[in-house]
């Protein structure tokens, strides 16, 4: 049965579902933001003392290397363990993997030492984490050659968790299920954090779905839409970015009907 994007949107919206964060602090606000715009709870602990109690709270934890320290990954480990006890979804989002030594160790740290749910990044991230010989340029993505399908579902398997490759088409797949969501729009590029908040939509979704790989293709088609619907009166960057999250607020299951484009 085709996915319908927009039920999990709905799920969201009524459960109103805490997501814990230990995130990127560039992009922590508009992931709080985009969280807060899906109708769902952001939380963004991330102290030692108190991380691994926000966890037993929260209905879903995202973690972000983004701006990784030694104490920040600890802390995400603490909270991690926290999650893993209660039962609910953690999101890592790579972000920066094959980029340094320092942040591939740390996201191998990570996924060695905790369980985590759903695997997020890029195509050279994830391919980084995968094992590959490739390196990303800051937090951008490189040409990562080969079926990335493939590569995510090796993974997948491999680690028995969901992993999800956002690009022109966004992959997300536990190993059996693979989908392909083709929504999305080129001025995602150009805003800083677009990649940040797709990790905590992921996570807000995941939140009320126990099928992570459906969960985190309804996120990113909803997110995606919501890109397509932003950027048809927006000039630039700006603009764009306040009018997504506007966008996401008010999307209806007519526009996510008509527009999403979920394969698998």
């Not at 030694?70 to 999650?83: G, H, I, Q, T």
């Not at 590959?132 to 997948?156: I, P």
């Not at 083709?182 to 940040?196: E, L, P, R, S």
């Amino acid at each position: 049965m085709k996915p319908m994007a927009f039920d999990l949107l709905e799920r969201v919206r009524h459960q109103q579902p805490v997501v814990h964060h230990l995130t990127n602090w560039v992009t922590i606000y508009d992931c709080a933001q985009v969280v807060k715009s899906l109708g769902a709870s952001p939380v963004m602990a991330h102290a030692l003392e108190e991380a691994a109690d926000m966890s037993r709270i929260a209905s879903a934890l995202v973690l972000n290397i983004g701006t990784l320290t030694f104490e920040f990954v600890e802390a995400m480990k603490l909270a991690a363990r926290s999650a893993n006890q209660k039962g609910i979804p953690v999101v890592l989002d790579v972000c920066g993997a094959g980029a340094t030594a320092l942040r591939d160790r740390k996201c191998l740290e990570l996924i060695n030492e905790v369980r985590i749910d759903v695997i997020k990044g890029n195509a050279s991230e994830v391919a980084r984490v995968s094992g590959e010989n490739v390196k990303t340029r800051g937090v951008d993505a490189t040409e990562v050659g080969g079926d990335l399908a493939l590569l995510a579902q090796e993974l997948a398997d491999q680690r028995k968790a969901t992993v999800v490759i956002t690009g022109k088409v966004d992959i997300a797949t536990d190993g059996k299920q693979t989908y392909l969501v083709h929504n999305g729009h080129a001025m995602m590029t150009h805003v800083v954090g677009t990649g940040c908040m797709a990790a905590s939509v992921i996570g807000a979704f995941a939140a009320v779905e126990r099928d992570l790989a459906l969960a985190a293709a309804c996120a990113l088609a909803c997110y995606g839409i919501a890109a397509e619907l932003a950027a048809e009166n927006s000039p630039g960057p700006m603009s764009f970015k306040e009018r997504l999250l506007d966008r996401l607020y008010s999307l209806d299951r007519d526009a996510v009907a008509k527009l999403q484009r979920i394969e698998g």
